[in-house]
């Protein structure tokens, strides 16, 4: 016993030794890891120092937008450069993908600074610009995205009252006491003329070179008028305001067409004047930050990939609902409908990533390879399809019907609300149904993709009957969470098991980050060059969802404020 004692001593006492001499080890290797980090932040106050001096170098010339605050200074690190051909310097990412997209063609951060960039917004009168466009501008140039030498025009047909456009169309910015509101405002103005008039567009290229006052400038025009001008507009940017020195690059909001006929006559268009590397067709759910973390939930993590299948998984739903009606928009919104304003466009790009196959890379061609390859397994559809039902919000209480909008055409039959199940023929997705559903005048503004697995033999001898969910919650408050099941405390022997909710809100998971807004993004992008997130010239499938152009197809009259699930009970045939 006593020699027993005695070795467990020694053991104990080698132990010690052992700990002792791997916490030394420990403490070294922090020591050197400090050294390193130290050195490393020496280099990138070295690598900032420069950039200010290279930046302070460059010209400044004293136009209108010089009043401007200094935005927050935000100076990503240095990367690699080279010379594109044209003198202009690109930048070439290094590493490995990221979800937005490994992209090989960026606008150096250092040469987008030190270059005037204006940026035009035809339409800039209307609610996106309030709403969204204005804001997310506001945002960049806070952030330090944008170049101080920025300037942004407003191009509309009627000429408008600078300062009551300016208080209007601005009204939706939250403003941030490190840059005044004023400072951003200053450097907006407006341009009066026609989307076919050559003369208009001459006199705008003259405006853009009176703040760019001979130096080097880029422009990036923003298309939010209807698509039956881009033509016109395209190739009056082409002839008469293309920079000379500069990239000029086109984002175009949607749609782009109604469908694969006008979008191949748009793209044409379009095509005949600009290159596709200059085209940056605009759906802004691409740049959601939930909807850019589906191939980070996919492919980065272990659990999901190998389950992300028909063997597991019973059914994928998206849903896309809206509180309110068509708010005077009734006569845009009736020459699209639910399915080609929002299904077509927001939830047939989720379901683009949540169902595809792995691309080869994260470039922008490799995922538009692989989104085409899916598109070409879903089978077809028809309205007059019984898994396909379309509604239509009435009057209720004091909410007003979808007729009670004055821009609506008398006796439309414009459906508002749709829901509609899609099938893949992969070995993936053999008979897991995608159930897409779609409304305004709902009961709540949501939307979310939920992922629902199948029940396994074990569920029965654990008395659970509830199966596990992810949800993907795009808007509002974005989180991702997973419905799982647990046991309910207790010091009972009778154990209670019910649904819990494993949650990851962006709020508390990500502290203190800046989610941002998706338009953010898609400028930030597209001034960079970087179309991972844009959707490219693509051979597109045959039409998933045939339309009829005849009013020979049920349309059901709901309630405003209804639920999803009511409303397709009530547009489901009886």
Same mark, same amino acid.
């Given at each position: 016993?006593?020699?027993?004692?005695?070795?467990?001593?020694?053991?104990?006492?080698?132990?010690?030794?052992?700990?002792?001499?791997?916490?030394?080890?420990?403490?070294?290797?922090?020591?050197?890891?400090?050294?390193?980090?130290?050195?490393?932040?020496?280099?990138?106050?070295?690598?900032?120092?420069?950039?200010?001096?290279?930046?302070?170098?460059?010209?400044?010339?004293?136009?209108?937008?010089?009043?401007?605050?200094?935005?927050?200074?935000?100076?990503?690190?240095?990367?690699?450069?080279?010379?594109?051909?044209?003198?202009?310097?690109?930048?070439?990412?290094?590493?490995?993908?990221?979800?937005?997209?490994?992209?090989?063609?960026?606008?150096?951060?250092?040469?987008?600074?030190?270059?005037?960039?204006?940026?035009?917004?035809?339409?800039?009168?209307?609610?996106?610009?309030?709403?969204?466009?204005?804001?997310?501008?506001?945002?960049?140039?806070?952030?330090?995205?944008?170049?101080?030498?920025?300037?942004?025009?407003?191009?509309?047909?009627?000429?408008?009252?600078?300062?009551?456009?300016?208080?209007?169309?601005?009204?939706?910015?939250?403003?941030?006491?490190?840059?005044?509101?004023?400072?951003?405002?200053?450097?907006?103005?407006?341009?009066?003329?026609?989307?076919?008039?050559?003369?208009?567009?001459?006199?705008?290229?003259?405006?853009?070179?009176?703040?760019?006052?001979?130096?080097?400038?880029?422009?990036?025009?923003?298309?939010?008028?209807?698509?039956?001008?881009?033509?016109?507009?395209?190739?009056?940017?082409?002839?008469?305001?293309?920079?000379?020195?500069?990239?000029?690059?086109?984002?175009?909001?949607?749609?782009?067409?109604?469908? +694969?006929? %006008?979008? #191949? !006559?748009?793209?044409?268009?379009?095509?005949?004047?600009? =290159?596709?590397?200059?085209?940056?067709? /605009? @759906?802004?759910?691409?740049?959601?930050?939930?909807?850019?973390?589906?191939?980070?939930?996919?492919?980065?993590?272990?659990?999901?990939?190998?389950?992300?299948?028909?063997?597991?998984?019973?059914?994928?739903?998206?849903?896309?609902?809206?509180?309110?009606?068509?708010?005077?928009?009734?006569?845009?919104?009736?020459?699209?409908?639910?399915?080609?304003?929002?299904?077509?466009?927001?939830?047939?790009?989720?379901?683009?990533?949540?169902?595809?196959?792995?691309?080869? +890379?994260? %470039?922008? #061609? !490799?995922?538009?390879?692989?989104?085409?390859?899916?598109? =070409?397994?879903?089978?077809?559809?028809? /309205? @007059?399809?019984?898994?396909?039902?379309?509604?239509?919000?009435?009057?209720?209480?004091?909410?007003?019907?979808?007729?009670?909008?004055?821009?609506?055409?008398?006796?439309?039959?414009?459906?508002?609300?749709?829901?509609?199940?899609?099938?893949?023929?992969?070995?993936?997705?053999?008979?897991?149904?995608?159930?897409?559903?779609?409304?305004?005048?709902?009961?709540?503004?949501?939307?979310?993709?939920?992922?629902?697995?199948?029940?396994?033999?074990?569920?029965?001898?654990?008395?659970?009957?509830?199966?596990?969910?992810?949800?993907?919650?795009?808007?509002?408050?974005?989180?991702?969470?997973?419905?799982?099941?647990?046991?309910?405390?207790?010091?009972?022997?009778?154990?209670?098991?019910?649904?819990?909710?494993?949650?990851?809100?962006?709020?508390?998971?990500?502290?203190?980050?800046?989610?941002?807004?998706?338009?953010?993004?898609?400028?930030?992008?597209?001034?960079?060059?970087?179309?991972?997130?844009?959707?490219?010239?693509?051979?597109?499938?045959?039409?998933?969802?045939?339309?009829?152009?005849?009013?020979?197809?049920?349309?059901?009259?709901?309630?405003?404020?209804?639920?999803?699930?009511?409303?397709?009970?009530?547009?489901?045939?009886?």
């Amino acid at each position: 016993m006593l020699s027993k004692l005695t070795s467990r001593g020694r053991t104990a006492k080698e132990r010690a030794k052992a700990d002792s001499q791997t916490l030394r080890e420990v403490m070294e290797a922090n020591a050197v890891g400090v050294a390193a980090l130290a050195a490393r932040v020496a280099q990138l106050e070295a690598e900032l120092k420069t950039t200010k001096a290279a930046l302070a170098a460059a010209p400044v010339a004293a136009a209108p937008m010089e009043k401007a605050a200094s935005p927050v200074s935000v100076v990503p690190r240095r990367l690699p450069t080279r010379e594109d051909g044209q003198g202009n310097t690109k930048m070439t990412v290094t590493g490995a993908p990221c979800p937005q997209g490994q992209v090989t063609d960026l606008t150096d951060h250092a040469t987008l600074q030190a270059m005037p960039l204006s940026v035009v917004i035809f339409g800039a009168t209307g609610d996106l610009a309030k709403k969204k466009l204005f804001p997310a501008l506001y945002q960049l140039c806070l952030l330090g995205h944008l170049p101080r030498n920025l300037r942004i025009i407003g191009y509309g047909r009627k000429a408008v009252d600078l300062d009551a456009f300016v208080s209007k169309q601005c009204a939706n910015i939250k403003e941030d006491p490190r840059l005044p509101k004023a400072s951003f405002t200053d450097r907006i103005s407006f341009h009066a003329g026609g989307y076919d008039a050559a003369d208009s567009y001459t006199a705008l290229d003259a405006l853009l070179k009176s703040y760019e006052q001979g130096r080097g400038a880029n422009r990036l025009f923003f298309l939010s008028v209807p698509p039956t001008i881009f033509g016109a507009v395209t190739e009056m940017i082409s002839m008469h305001v293309r920079s000379a020195s500069g990239f000029t690059r086109l984002m175009i909001e949607k749609p782009f067409g109604r469908d +694969s006929p %006008t979008f #191949d !006559a748009l793209n044409a268009l379009t095509s005949r004047h600009f =290159s596709e590397s200059q085209l940056f067709r /605009l @759906d802004h759910y691409l740049g959601k930050e939930v909807i850019l973390n589906i191939a980070s939930l996919r492919w980065a993590n272990q659990v999901f990939e190998p389950t992300w299948n028909a063997k597991h998984i019973e059914s994928v739903q998206l849903t896309f609902k809206e509180d309110l009606g068509t708010g005077g928009r009734g006569g845009y919104f009736d020459g699209f409908g639910i399915i080609r304003d929002i299904i077509q466009n927001h939830l047939l790009q989720a379901f683009m990533w949540l169902a595809m196959e792995p691309p080869t +890379s994260m %470039t922008g #061609d !490799a995922i538009t390879e692989a989104k085409v390859a899916l598109l =070409s397994k879903v089978a077809t559809l028809s /309205l @007059d399809d019984s898994e396909v039902f379309l509604g239509q919000f009435g009057r209720h209480g004091e909410d007003g019907g979808y007729h009670d909008d004055e821009t609506v055409p008398a006796g439309s039959r414009c459906a508002t609300f749709a829901s509609l199940v899609l099938k893949v023929d992969t070995p993936r997705w053999k008979g897991v149904p995608f159930l897409f559903t779609a409304g305004k005048g709902m009961d709540e503004r949501v939307c979310e993709l939920r992922v629902r697995y199948r029940k396994l033999p074990t569920n029965k001898m654990m008395g659970v009957d509830s199966q596990n969910e992810l949800v993907m919650r795009v808007q509002p408050d974005e989180a991702i969470y997973m419905i799982a099941s647990a046991k309910e405390p207790g010091i009972t022997a009778e154990q209670i098991r019910k649904p819990v909710v494993m949650d990851m809100k962006y709020a508390t998971q990500f502290k203190g980050a800046y989610v941002g807004d998706a338009y953010e993004r898609m400028f930030l992008n597209a001034a960079r060059g970087d179309q991972a997130l844009y959707r490219l010239r693509i051979p597109l499938p045959p039409t998933i969802l045939t339309l009829r152009t005849d009013d020979c197809y049920r349309l059901t009259t709901y309630c405003a404020a209804i639920s999803c699930a009511a409303c397709t009970c009530v547009c489901m045939p009886k």
